[in-house]
């Protein structure tokens, strides 16, 4: 694609900004659109160093355009040419966001004491604008430099800007400190150090912003028209200290699976773990409970659109007809993802009369009793896939031959999963059996076409047991080279 090309007149219109070229000449596009050789012929180090150096040269350039802003506000320019304020104007010529245009009117004013307004005119009102600047004379050499960036400037103006009266006589020093810091910190590090300084000089303040943050505090969530649940929240230093802390391990990458990484986006792990945390929660007895009974995920189906299923051509099932609703967010699930869910859940029967009335409630039946579990743990671990690395969740107990089909409640026709694997078996349709105790899976066609099973379970325990059988068994019980144990034949 040949990239855009601009021309530029060097006598700019009126109430126009003129565009000033920063490539050298060995750096700009030929007529027909592509690069000179001259940077295909740089060595590494040349092209590391030129990158830098350009790198000083736009934040250098940067500290010119804020004298100009700066002088243009001293002028009152905005008024001139019929804006607010400068901001406003600054924003319309460079065609930026209204921060982006608040934030370099403010750090220009700051950088460049000596402008103020001109005599008899006064300085105006902008309610957009955050609180009153301060000198930074320090942090305007370093931009001058080219040492620190914009966005270090804008940390340091916030964090003097905030400083209460009793304190600004430490100003200066406040400022030679966060300049140093900036020259060798990214703008992030930067304003935890920054934050840090407040909590120092201004404890008071600190709590108040604290205090501040806990009412400003706000959780949204609202079911889109695709039926997809959207959550927006602001949360306070604690809550959402307490949010990260819980998610970060559930949410991190799958371990690789034959040299392939977790194909899962940042935000899809995020997604995964949050649903893993709610697991987590609605498993435990320490949520409040409503009606007497602990918070629960409810879904509703008709029974004979939960059993029937159609054969796959590699082997597996899917649920076909009708669907589930869910009594939360009154949205509807396929019978394949409810047959997944049912698993492992307390069942609840209930006879429906024509008008949907309940006729009769039968009990609740779990699933996989505590017993079971118990010995599924032991005999798979969290998860029984094969190689599988424990991932975090709550291990879920899935039925080989469904309930929904008559499969038994019992350890020889369940084993443990994750989350993961557990929607893994469903979706792609991977069978299990039981081989003398030890669940084996065999892959569907697309996976693996020879369809060889795989070992599953505890492996390496097993595994360890036979190697170090000849060590442990005296030599006239062990049986003859060459062949196994009998009860592994």
């Not at 126009?16 to 007529?31: C, E, F, I, N, R």
């Amino acid at each position: 694609m040949t990239p855009l090309m601009t021309t530029q007149d060097t006598t700019p219109a009126a109430g126009a900004g003129a565009g000033v070229s920063a490539l050298p000449a060995w750096d700009t596009p030929t007529p027909g659109g592509s690069w000179a050789p001259a940077v295909d012929s740089l060595t590494d180090e040349e092209l590391t160093a030129r990158i830098s150096e350009v790198e000083q040269q736009i934040r250098q350039a940067r500290m010119e355009q804020l004298r100009l802003i700066a002088e243009a506000d001293r002028r009152r320019l905005h008024a001139v040419q019929g804006a607010r304020s400068t901001q406003v104007w600054l924003k319309t010529l460079l065609n930026i966001d209204g921060q982006d245009a608040t934030t370099r009117v403010r750090i220009a004013t700051a950088t460049n004491a000596t402008t103020v307004p001109a005599l008899g005119e006064d300085a105006g009102t902008d309610t957009t604008a955050e609180p009153a600047t301060v000198d930074l004379p320090a942090t305007g050499e370093a931009l001058a430099e080219g040492v620190i960036s914009l966005e270090h400037a804008r940390v340091i103006s916030r964090c003097l800007t905030r400083l209460p009266e009793h304190t600004q006589h430490r100003a200066a020093e406040i400022e030679r400190l966060l300049v140093e810091n900036a020259c060798r910190q990214c703008p992030r590090d930067l304003a935890k150090l920054a934050d840090r300084v407040r909590y120092i000089i201004d404890a008071d303040g600190a709590i108040q912003d604290e205090q501040a943050q806990f009412e400003s505090r706000e959780l949204h969530y609202a079911t889109a028209r695709d039926g997809m649940l959207v959550i927006k929240a602001r949360l306070d230093r604690e809550t959402g200290a307490k949010f990260v802390t819980a998610l970060r391990p559930l949410a991190a990458p799958r371990p690789e699976s034959d040299g392939v990484k977790d194909p899962r986006t940042v935000g899809q792990r995020n997604a995964d773990g949050l649903s893993t945390l709610l697991d987590l929660v609605l498993d435990t007895d320490g949520m409040p409970r409503t009606g007497g009974q602990r918070p629960h995920l409810t879904v509703t189906i008709d029974y004979t659109d939960l059993k029937n299923q159609l054969p796959t051509s590699n082997g597996g099932e899917i649920a076909v007809g009708g669907a589930g609703m869910l009594e939360g967010t009154g949205q509807y699930l396929s019978p394949q993802t409810i047959r997944r869910i049912a698993c492992d859940c307390d069942v609840l029967p209930m006879v429906l009369g024509g008008d949907s009335l309940p006729l009769d409630v039968g009990a609740s039946q779990r699933t996989a009793p505590t017993h079971i579990r118990a010995a599924l743990l032991v005999r798979d671990g969290v998860c029984a896939f094969p190689e599988c690395d424990h991932p975090a969740g709550t291990p879920q107990a899935h039925h080989i031959v469904h309930w929904v089909d008559g499969g038994p409640t019992s350890v020889n026709n369940m084993v443990m999963l994750c989350a993961h694997h557990h929607r893994t078996i469903h979706n792609h349709h991977w069978n299990i059996e039981l081989q003398r105790g030890r669940p084996m899976f065999t892959p569907p066609t697309n996976v693996d076409p020879t369809r060889t099973p795989r070992p599953g379970g505890k492996s390496q325990p097993a595994t360890h047991h036979h190697a170090l059988r000849t060590l442990t068994t005296p030599p006239e019980g062990r049986p003859p080279a060459g062949r196994p144990p009998a009860h592994t034949r």
